[in-house]
């Protein structure tokens, strides 16, 4: 049985090679022909002189740990990965698909050339080269393949779970988040300075919560609290919406009544993935804002019930909202409490009760999921997961609408709630780009 080894070599042992390879680059750029060249490709370049120019910073943050003390050798035609004593061998099929030879991507948009439909599933891995941290493969396809070390670290041999986002997240009940409730921002400065805006999102991602203080109560003011972090997730409420206790609309919201937790917008297919919250005004009483960790609570949930747990990630619940003089009627349908496909962590809690619209089933599970959305429900209303909070002008609430529950207790007088839905990808955009986390 051939086998071909390679130990660890220091990247810094082959800084005279690499000034060597980015003079020939020179040369080489002169001598090609950018016009024979396929739309979209670019001249084959040595990696030491394309990285700096074509691989983006968050790339290489995201892609880069350290190699040191790993070795790679190629048995029975599939690359193995050695490190502290242990193999992993890599997938052929996975290994030839994400080349990152410039024929195969395109380093400036950071997309694949290559056609999967192309790829030969019994492709196997007839030589290879280390040189520093790149990996050069000849594969059974005649292509000859370029990896880096640190994407294979990062990628094959990095522990996952728990995941960068549930290590910075911190769970709280009411007594803890008392104890360590997160600084408000001020508004004049959160405008202009970058690192405010990255304490609202830490903020936001640790504890599903932030404030920024001293904000105009006004709706152009309010929304350039909103748009700092990302735009605005349009619905059929609007860019933005102003809860008074008319009845403008069909919904409970509009009224001075007590709101239990809930979440926004689980009618959606994609539900809001944060809510900006600014009272703008209220001459009564009581209005407190209510928030629930409900990841906290299904923690609580899957240590007491583990069974009523597991069937609210399983069971299919559907939502409607429906307001016939408006002509609306949407449907959302999922799990209460949604995992993630990757590490089997809650990624998302869908839990509106008054919107809740399950089908008839004859199946024991129904049984089952309603005595388990009863007890998530009774825990999400117990005082010692419930923060209370009196919004007032001024004072702008940030809520990532996938953790932190709310709600509000009855008021009189007129009160009124400024509001603004924000998508989740594009916050999860700012963690990566600006915390530069890989989430």
Known sequence: MAKILFSAVSLRSSLPCLRRLHCMSKVLRRDVDSNTLPVGMTPWLPMATRIPHQRCDSYRRLHTTPTVGIDVMLKDKQLVLVHDGKSTAINNIWLRDNCRCDVCYNHTTKQKNFDVTKLDLNVTAEGLQREGSELHIDWSDGHKSIHSLDFLNTQCLTDKTPSERRKLTKLWDTDTMTKCMPEAVDFTQYLKDDELLKMVLKNLLRYGIAFVKNVPPTIEDTKNVAERISFIKETFWGKHWLLTSDLKWADRAFTNERFNCHNDTTYLSEPAGAVIFHCVGHDGEGGMTLLVDAFNVAEKLKTKH?????????????????????????????????????????????????????????????????HALSTFTKEMSSPENVLQLKLKPGLVCVVDNWRVLHGRTSFTGKRQMLGIYLPRDEIDSRYRTLLNLDI
């Open 306 to 370: 583990p069974g009523y747990y597991d069937i609210l990630t399983k069971f299919p619940v559907r939502h409607d909202k429906i307001i016939p003089d408006r002509k609306i009627h949407s449907v959302g349908e999922g799990h209460v409490l949604q995992l993630c496909p990757a590490t089997g962590e809650l990624r998302r809690v869908r839990h509106e009760p008054t919107s809740v619209c399950t089908r008839h089933s004859e199946s024991k599970d129904l049984g089952l999921f309603y």
